[in-house]
């Protein structure tokens, strides 16, 4: 039975899109149990696999990250994240606060030892519908050269666990595909991977080529993964709007539409990105899954699902066995 603690009261729909995908979550997962943080009175799940822990505390968007986990200690965070480290759960889930959710993962679950610097990590869609595996998406905006090759390590264990890959091609993000590209970071960082043994370094990727299935994972730093990821976000919106926009332009273009109705949901499907879930953050002794802040049920779903293949796959376990030649 694989347990995992949820925060009720985290994202901007919260508590009710988390307790549709946790209703949908016990009910396709016989072997799922639920550890449910929040508000008592606002939870109408009966369950006998969906325990409900009461908070008297909530932590905002606007709350300052560390300052909140240190002072909010009822918080249905805080005491998510407390589960996890006391062992009661194998990994919890929140659509809050990106920075607390961070800071309760440093603070409260701890880094794995050798980990510098954990990284968000996230799936992307790709042409072939595979997806590739992309970090760092925010945890570190200044980053050395180290701490890019310690992503490309995490990222390797992650593409080999939960996404199935053997042997994954990892790239490091970069402005050429040429070996010297770049600046003083990924000169430094391509170095390093080009000389490790521990993954299969297949040297630079463009930006341009992120979906295009060159790569099983790609590396960078949290800040230029952020903006890549809100990007890609905001295109894919903006794609969707023009087309229905054109589509509804004339009765030969709504007939058009009607025709290719299933073949437009499957690329639509396959560029959503409440498929592949939230956010995981790599490097923590313990699972800790960041769903989107506007998360709609499909999407806390996934990310529901994807801790529960972490838990099973034992990717923490993994990574502490093999982090150790992170200070080869």
């Given amino acids: 039975m694989v347990k995992i603690a949820v925060d009720m009261m985290g994202g901007d729909d919260a508590p009710e899109i988390v307790l549709e995908a946790v209703e949908k979550a016990v009910q396709d997962f016989e072997d799922l149990e639920i550890m449910l943080f929040g508000d008592e009175s606002q939870c109408h799940i009966k369950h006998p696999r969906v325990s409900i822990h009461h908070t008297t505390e909530k932590i905002t968007m606007e709350d300052e990250p560390v300052r909140a986990i240190k002072r909010k200690k009822d918080s249905s965070m805080v005491r998510m994240a407390e589960a996890v480290k006391n062992g009661e759960a194998g990994g919890c889930v929140s659509a809050g606060n990106t920075g607390a959710l961070m800071s309760a993962g440093l603070f409260i679950v701890g880094r794995l030892k050798g980990v510098s610097r954990p990284a968000l990590v996230v799936t992307l869609p790709t042409v072939s519908g595979k997806g590739v595996v992309f970090l760092d998406v925010g945890a570190n905006a200044d980053a050395k050269a180290e701490h890019l090759y310690q992503n490309a390590l995490l990222g390797h264990i992650y593409a080999v666990n939960l996404r199935g890959i053997q042997n994954p091609k990892v790239a490091l993000l970069n402005i050429g595909t040429e070996d010297q590209k770049g600046n003083s970071l990924t000169k430094k960082a391509f170095e390093l991977m080009n000389q490790s043994q521990t993954f299969n ?79 995981v953050l790599l490097g923590l002794d313990g699972i800790v899954v960041k769903a989107h802040g506007s998360s709609n049920a499909k999407a806390f779903y996934s990310a529901i699902k994807q801790a529960k293949i972490a838990v099973e796959t034992q990717i923490v376990e993994n990574m502490r066995e093999k982090v150790g030649t992170l200070n080869e």
């Fill in 201 to 279: 370094f297949v040297g630079n990727i463009e930006a341009k080529s992120i979906m295009e299935d060159e790569a099983d994972v790609i590396v960078t730093d949290g800040f230029t993964g952020n903006m890549i990821l809100k990007n890609l976000e905001g295109i894919a919106k903006s794609v969707g709007k023009i087309v229905k926009k054109d589509l509804l332009s004339s009765f030969k273009n709504k007939l058009a539409a009607l025709i290719l109705k299933k073949d437009l949901q499957s690329i639509a499907k396959q560029l959503d990105y409440s498929e592949y879930g939230g956010s």
